[in-house]
């Protein structure tokens, strides 16, 4: 399997992740071009991987309400939800799959 070069600030953004992480302590997975750690809040590097355990949707959908602010989409076909997208779909998004909901051409046609 060949991957491409890692762009140079995004590896140092993965070498400062699992620098921090482990004079913190903290256990992860460490992927190679990212990190995966055990949390439920954002990560704080663009590198991180946020993992969380749930004992069921109904704990993944109060998870995703309360932090639906910070979402530009879903990838799920377990859960309902307004920006849910298939699996394999994320990267390929259709000409009205607005990013947080919003129609980004009559919002930049409103600010004039």
């Known amino acids: ?11 140092n953004n993965c070498r400062q ?13 460490d992927w190679g071009d990212s990190v995966a750690v055990e949390q439920e809040e954002f990560p704080p590097m663009l590198s ?6 749930y004992r069921s949707t109904d704990e993944v959908a109060a998870w995703l309400a309360r932090h639906d602010e910070r979402i530009q989409c879903v ?4 859960l309902p ?8 779909q994320a ?3 259709a000409l009205t799959d607005y990013p ?13």
């Open 1 to 11: 399997l060949h991957t491409p070069p890692m762009h140079p600030g995004y590896r």
């Open 17 to 29: 992740a699992r620098a921090l992480l482990t004079m913190q302590g903290r256990e992860f997975l």
């Open 48 to 53: 991180q991987v946020a993992c969380a355990h």
């Open 75 to 78: 990838v799920t076909e377990c």
């Open 81 to 88: 939800h307004s920006r849910r997208v298939a699996f394999g």
């Open 91 to 93: 990267q390929s998004p």
């Open 100 to 112: 947080d909901d919003r129609d980004v051409m009559a919002w930049l046609a409103g600010l004039g």
